[in-house]
Structure formats: structure tokens, C-alpha cells
């Protein structure tokens, strides 16, 4: 790997070649640049009770902290994306003139603030204390995956960094959608070694024949089933383990308002802030 030095940050760790930086935030100041970042608080179609807008934190160092929060008695957790998926946005359930259903149910879709196509996405962070009550990721998607029978032009879900269980990491590709007709290549689980403070490098080197993944430095999968060629977007996000369940929690709360202590959100019933912490997000693309 090639070493490649931002001035006054941490450096990037490169695959051999040359390459420019296009793209980065490393998280200065103390406010969050939504003219980078949006936040994901819909999903397949409808707005989700486990996401939220709150929770986001940048500590004046350059890193930016994803912290778990409670609201209405149940964790939720904020998830980062410089762009958003079609499926995500609420339908509009409108009539036309004459009472009928509209014919073309979908809002607007909102400009992407960043997607790009191929290069090295990379990423210097520190996972959550407790993995097993909350996970994290860094990924791209395609605003458009599962859209078309050939993954290669509505694109697809790349995982650079999965992290559900404290130590151990997935990496890989999704591709064709979800359900029925999704696939995966490349996909792979691994004990990570620990580094001296804690900090961890992610990176994809993504290129129009494959995918290369990488964890501090190191190859760990290489793909080229299927390569995405249309832009796609970053994702930093973070979920509360059991999320799925969170409309059985409001329905708990109902009967018991205590009930979020049982939650599986919760440890020993406390209240535990955690958070994921990412030092930058850069992408280059390479230089021939």
C-alpha cells in the first residue's frame, strides 16, 4: 500500500499506483456539512421509527461520533448517506381529477449531494463499545440497485465494512437487489486484529473489471462478478441490534411504559451511550 499524506490529518493507505483525491470530509468543526451528508430516515418506503436526525456529534478533533439515542423509550441511531435509493421514498398515495389513484405514486426525487463511479473509497474509524447492541457500517449503494435484470447498470451494495459482533467484520458485494433475486460475491467474515489505538483503515478499490476490499491495509476479498458501472453513493451508518422488532417495542410500551429496559437496546436495563467514530471519508480515483 502506498502511503498518501493530507495535511494536518491522518494519512491514507492507497493500493499500488497513482492516484487524486476527489472527494473527502474529514470532519472539522464542530457542525456536521450537510452539503455532504444527508441523513437515511425512510425505509422501503415509508419513514422507519429506528432512524433519526439526532445522535451526530463532531468533537472539534475531526471525527465525527454516531451515537445511539433514546426517544420514546426505544434506541434509534442516526445513518449518514451522500445520497438516497428510490425505494426508500414514500409513495404519495394521491388521486387524480377524477378520484382515481395517480398513476405515478413517487415524489421527487432530491438531488444526490455525492455519487461517483469507481475508485478507492476509503475509511479511518473506531467501532462502538458494545457491538452486540448496536452495529455499523461503511458501504455504497446504488440509488437504483434491483431496478434492472443486470446488476451492471442499476448497481449494486457494496459492504466495505460490516460490523455486528464485536471482532469480527463482513466485506463484500449484493448484487441484483434483495430478496428473491439478490446474490452476493466476494463475501467474506473475519476476525479483525486490533491496532495499538483502536483506529481501523476500510477501503474498496473499485474498478470497471472487479472489487478489491481492504482492512488496515491488508487484501481480505476480491470479486468482479457483475461490477457496478453506474455512480453510487456513501453510507455511514449504524442500527440498533433488534431494530426490526421496533414497531413490537411501541406496541410493548403501550401495555408497559417501562418496557424499553427489556429491550435488547439496553444493558442491564440502563440507558448506554455508545457511538461509532470515523476519523475521515475520502475517495480517489486513479491517475493513469
Keep these: 500500500m502506498n502511503r498518501f499524506e493530507v495535511t ?5 493507505f492507497l493500493p499500488d499506483g497513482n ?3 476527489v472527494w473527502a470530509d474529514e470532519f472539522d468543526g464542530t457542525e456536521l456539512d450537510t452539503t455532504k451528508w444527508g441523513f437515511r430516515l425512510n425505509f422501503w418506503g415509508k419513514p422507519f421509527d429506528a432512524y433519526t436526525d439526532q445522535g451526530i456529534v463532531l468533537d472539534g478533533n475531526s471525527h465525527v461520533e454516531l451515537h445511539r439515542t433514546e426517544r420514546n423509550g426505544c434506541y434509534v441511531s442516526p445513518q449518514l ?8 421514498i414514500p409513495r404519495l398515495n394521491a388521486k387524480d381529477d377524477w378520484g382515481h389513484d395517480k ?6 426525487f432530491e438531488p444526490p449531494k455525492f455519487v461517483h ?3 478507492y473509497y476509503e475509511c ?5 463499545k458494545d457491538p ?3 452495529w455499523s457500517a461503511f458501504w455504497l449503494q446504488s440509488p437504483t440497485i434491483g431496478a434492472r435484470y443486470e446488476p451492471e447498470w442499476c448497481g449494486v451494495e457494496a459492504d466495505i465494512m460490516e460490523c455486528f459482533q464485536p471482532g469480527i467484520i463482513k466485506s463484500g458485494n449484493i448484487m441484483g437487489g434483495y430478496g428473491e433475486q439478490g446474490r452476493s460475491d466476494g463475501r467474506v467474515r473475519n476476525a479483525l486484529k486490533e491496532t495499538p489505538d483502536g483506529w481501523h483503515y476500510f477501503g474498496l478499490d ?3 473489471d472487479g472489487y478489491v476490499f481492504y482492512w488496515d491495509g491488508h487484501e481480505v476479498s476480491r470479486c468482479n462478478k457483475h461490477v457496478s458501472h453506474v455512480p453510487q453513493f456513501i453510507l455511514l451508518t449504524t442500527e440498533v441490534q433488534g431494530y426490526r422488532k421496533a414497531g413490537q417495542q411501541q406496541a410493548a410500551l403501550k401495555e408497559n411504559p417501562d418496557a424499553w429496559k427489556e429491550f435488547p437496546q439496553t444493558v442491564k436495563g440502563e440507558f448506554v451511550d455508545d457511538a461509532f467514530i470515523v476519523d475521515f471519508v475520502r475517495v480517489f480515483d486513479r491517475v493513469d
Design 81 to 88: 448517506q451522500t445520497g438516497s435509493n428510490s425505494f426508500d
Design 103 to 108: 398513476i405515478w405514486q413517487m415524489r421527487p
Design 8 to 12: 494536518g490529518h491522518e494519512p491514507s
Design 132 to 134: 452486540e447492541t448496536m
Design 206 to 208: 473499485w474498478q470497471p
Design 117 to 119: 463511479r469507481y475508485g
Design 19 to 21: 492516484w487524486k483525491l
Design 124 to 128: 479511518r474509524c473506531k467501532f462502538q
